[in-house]
C-alpha cells in the first residue's frame, strides 16, 4: 500500500502534513505546516508532484485541535512501558488504534481528549533516565497540538509503520484521566484537572489479553525465544493470540491490550530478534485458518471469573484505602485563601469573617481548627492507620493549603475594608461592621463581589437610609453651628462640613481634619459632646487626650470611621510627644495615595497599617507645630468669655439659651438621618469637593490649602443645598467669609521660613558686656537699617560672620556646616541638614566654599534680602 492509499484509509477529519526522514529524524518541511488545512484528498494531490514524491517519505499527523482533539501517547521503549505501569499504574493501555515502526517496545496509541479540556493540557515529555539500544534516553511522550506524529518509512528500521491496531479492531478512545492529569499546563490559579474528568466506572469484564493465554506463551512474550525455536515458538505464539481475539469477541469479553502488539513484544525480545519481514510471514501464517485458543473454553471462563473476582476485590480495597481527593475552592469553602508573605499565610474564615495569618511552622491541628471544623478536615484529608484507626492528614491538609496560598501570590492588606463608607468600582459601600449595604441593598458580610476584603468588625447601626434629612433639616443644622461663639464666622461652615464629610470619611480621596480651641466656658466640650458627636451617628470613636498612637492606630485597624478626641492638652512634656505622634497619624489618614505605616511587632514581623479617618481634637491650645500638620488642620478658635463685656456676657446668656434648646433636639437618630443624606447625594458631592478645591487653591494660590479647606466648604454646601454645585455657586459660597485668619498658620508653617526665622531670632552676647542681641537685629544694623550705641556696622558683621552668617552684595549667606548654626538648630527639625530646607526659599542659591570671620570656610546658601521690608526678606 503506497502513502496515498494509506493517508485515504485513515479517519475523515484528520489533518495531515509531509515529513521527510534524514539520517535518523523524521521532520515536517513543509511552511507553516501547523496551520495547514491539508485533508488526505490534498495529501493525494500533492504527492502527485515529483518533487513530494521524491522528498516525502513519511505523512505525518497533525494533533492536537487540527485533527479534531487527537493525543498521541508515544511509549519509546520498556523503559517507558515501566513507567506508565509504576507512574500511572497502567498495566496496559487503552485499547485504541496504535502504530508502530517495528522497533523492539516502541509504539503509539491514538486517543481523543474532551473538548473542555482542549486549553488546560499541553505537549508533555516523562524521561526514564534508561537509554535504549540506540544509545538514547527513552521517554514516554504525550504529543499534542503542535506536534505531529509520522506513517511511512521509520528513518532508522527502513520498515514500514504498522497498525498493529487497525480501525476495524476498535474507535479511537478517551485519553486516560492520569496522563491527562500529568500534560496539565503549570499556571497559577488553575484548578486541579482531574476534578474536571469524570472517573470510569470500573470494568469486571476489561480482561488483559495476555491473562487469557496459556502460561508457555505468556512466558514467551517476556522472555522471547533463543535463535533455532523462534519460528515455531512464534507460529504458536500468533495463533494462541489470535483464538483468544476470536474468543474475545464472540463472547462479549472486552479486551485490554493488542494481539499484535504482544507478539511484535515476543519477536523484539528473541535472540536475535526477529526482523519485521519474519515477524509479518510468521502472523500471517497463523492467521490463515481458524486459529483456536491454546486454553478450553471452561479455562478461559476460569480466568475471566477469577480476573473478574480480583477486579472487585481491588475496586472494593483501593476505594478503602484511596486517600480523599482535595476539596475545590469554592464559594461554599469554610474558608478563603487570601495569599501569602514570606512566613505568613493569610486566610479569612467564612465563620469568623475575619482575616488572619499562620505563619509556615503555625499551621498546627489547633490553629487549623480555627479556619473549619474537625469534621471538615477529616473528610477530605482522612487517613488509616494499618489496625483501622481514622485521623486527619495534617500533612497531606498543609501541603493543599500552601499549594492554593502560592497559587493566590502575595497577600495585600491594602484589599481589607473595615467598617465605614467605600467607593468600590463606582457602587456606594457602607459596611456597618456584621452587615453590607451595597448600593442600597443588604449583603451579609463575606458575600460582596469585589476584589475587595469587607471583613466582620463589631456592629454599627449605620445610617437612615430610608430617612434622609431634608435640605431644610439640614441647613438648620448649619444654622446651629453659626450660634456658637467663633472667633471667625468661617469656622462655623467648617464645623459644619466636617460633620458631614467625616462619615464617609473612607470615599474621599483628601481628609481634612479640624482642631476646636477655646478657653474655660468657651463651649468647646458642649460642641463636640452635643452637636458632633450626635451628628455622626455612632459611626465614630471617641477617645480622651490620654490615648496613644499606637492604641488608637490598633484600634482603627481598617476602619474608616472619624475619630473624636476632646481634652486633647499637653500639659507635660510626654503629653506633647504622645499628642505629636497622633498628629503624625492623622498627617498619614489625609491623603488616600496608599502610604503605608509600618511598626514592627515583638515576632520580628512588620505590621502594615493604612489609616483612613477624619480627626477632630478639642482642647484649650492646639499642638500643631509642624507645619505640615497647619495644613492639615483647620484651626477653629472659640471666644473666651472671660475678655467679654457686661454687655456681652448678656448676650452671650441669651444666645446660648437659644444654642442649648437647639442642642437638646440633636441625638443620635438625627445624625443617622443627616449621613443617610449624605449617602444618597454622595457621587454629586464628590464631584463637589473636587470642584470646591480647584476653587479654593486659585483663590489661595496653594494647592494644600485648597484641599484642606475645599472639602470642607463642598461639605458645607451639601448641607445647604439639594443641587450640585457650579462653579458660580461654589465661589459665592467660598466668598462669603474671610481667609486670612485661617490661611495665616499655613503661611507662617513654611519649614524654610520657620528655619531662617529661628536662625534670626537666636541671640548673641557680645563680648566684654551683657548685651545680648538677635541676629536679626544685628543683621539690620550691618545693613545701616538701625542704629545702636554700642555697636557699629562692621562690628555687627563680624559678629554674624562668627556664628555662620555672612553678607555679600546684598545677599545674606547661611554657612552650611557651622558649628553656631547647628547649636541653634539643635533638637529641631532641621538639624540635620539646613541648608536643604533654606533652598526652598524664593530666590535661594548654593554658593562655593568662603571665608567667614573666625577662621570657618565653607559652602552655604545665598539668600535674597528685600530692600522694601524692615527684616530684610
Known sequence: MGLREEIEALPKGWNFVLVEGKGDTKKAYQQNWRNLKQDAGKISELLKDPVNKRRASMVGVVLGEASGSLLAVDVDGQAASNLLKERFGIERLPMTP???????????????????LRDAIQHTTIKTGVKGPDGKEEALELRWTGQQVVAGIHPQTGNPYQWVVGFDKAGIAEAPAVLLQAMQRKERNSAPLLEQLQKAPALPDEMPIEKLLAREHRELI?????????????????????????????????????????????????????????????????????????????????????????????????????????????????????????????????????????????????????????????????KRTRNGDVSVNWGAACSWLYENQHAQGVYDPRRVRGRGCWID?????????????????????????????????????????????????????????????????????????????????????????AWIVGGAGSGKSSVLSMYVKPLLGEMETSVLGASTEAGLRQHLGSDAIPVLMDEAEQAQARDEERLQAIMELARASSSETGAKTLKGTASGTGQEYLIRSMFLLSSITSSLKQGSDKSRFALLQLRNPANDTPAEQVEHAESWEILRQRLAKIDANTGKRLIARTVQRLPMLLREVQLFSDV???????????????????????????????????????????????????????????????????????????????????LEIHLNRNLHAEITSKRAGDLLQRSGLKVVSGRLIVSANHSAIAKILEKTPWSNDWRTVLKQIPGAEVTPSMYFTGGHQSRGVSVPIAADRADGF
Not at 98 to 116: E, L, Q, W
Not at 351 to 379: D, F, M, N
Open 98 to 116: 496504535t502504530i508502530t515502526s517495528g522497533k523492539p517496545g516502541r509504539f503509539c496509541c491514538f486517543y481523543t481528549v474532551p473538548d473542555r
Open 222 to 382: 517476556a522472555k522471547g525465544c533463543g535463535e533455532g525455536g523462534r519460528n515455531n515458538a512464534g507460529f504458536k505464539l500468533a495463533a494462541d493470540l489470535l483464538g483468544v481475539e476470536a474468543w474475545a469477541g464472540s463472547n462479549g469479553v472486552r479486551l485490554s491490550g493488542s494481539a499484535r502488539m504482544l507478539f511484535n513484544e515476543f519477536c523484539a525480545r528473541c535472540s536475535p530478534p526477529l526482523n519485521a519481514r519474519e515477524a509479518t510471514l510468521i502472523w500471517s501464517s497463523a492467521s490463515k485458518g481458524t486459529p483456536e485458543p491454546c486454553l478450553s473454553d471452561d479455562k478461559l471462563r476460569g480466568c475471566l471469573d477469577a480476573a473478574q473476582r480480583r477486579q472487585r476485590g481491588n475496586n472494593t480495597q483501593a476505594r478503602r484505602d484511596e486517600p480523599p481527593q482535595p476539596p475545590q475552592v469554592t464559594d461554599e469553602s469554610p474558608f478563603q485563601f487570601l495569599g501569602f508573605n514570606k512566613d505568613q499565610y493569610f486566610y479569612l474564615p467564612r465563620g469568623q469573617k475575619q482575616v488572619i495569618g499562620i505563619s509556615a511552622s503555625g499551621h498546627v491541628e489547633r490553629r487549623l481548627l480555627t479556619l473549619a471544623p474537625g469534621a471538615w478536615w477529616l473528610e477530605h484529608f482522612e
Open 425 to 513: 468600582a463606582e457602587r456606594v459601600v457602607i459596611h456597618l461592621g456584621e452587615r453590607v449595604i451595597c448600593d442600597g441593598a443588604q449583603v451579609e458580610v463575606g458575600k460582596v463581589e469585589s476584589r475587595f476584603i469587607y471583613e466582620q468588625g463589631a456592629a454599627l447601626a449605620g445610617p437612615k437610609l430610608d430617612q434622609p434629612m431634608t435640605v431644610e433639616e439640614s441647613r438648620g443644622l448649619f444654622e446651629t453651628a453659626k450660634l456658637c461663639r467663633w472667633e471667625h464666622p468661617g469656622s462655623a461652615a467648617m464645623l459644619a462640613g466636617w460633620v458631614a464629610l467625616a462619615p464617609v470619611c473612607g470615599a474621599l480621596n483628601w481628609r481634612s481634619h
Open 696 to 778: 479654593c487653591s486659585e483663590l489661595f494660590g496653594n494647592r494644600r490649602a485648597g484641599d484642606q479647606f475645599g472639602a470642607l466648604m463642598a461639605g458645607a454646601f451639601s448641607m445647604v443645598s439639594d443641587d450640585e454645585a457650579t462653579l458660580e455657586t461654589a465661589a459665592a459660597f467660598i466668598g462669603q467669609y474671610h481667609w486670612e485668619e485661617f490661611l495665616e498658620p499655613a503661611r507662617d508653617s513654611a519649614d524654610h521660613e520657620r528655619c531662617l526665622n529661628r536662625i534670626l531670632e537666636s541671640r548673641v552676647r557680645m563680648s566684654g558686656t551683657d548685651t545680648e542681641l538677635p541676629m536679626g537685629e544685628l
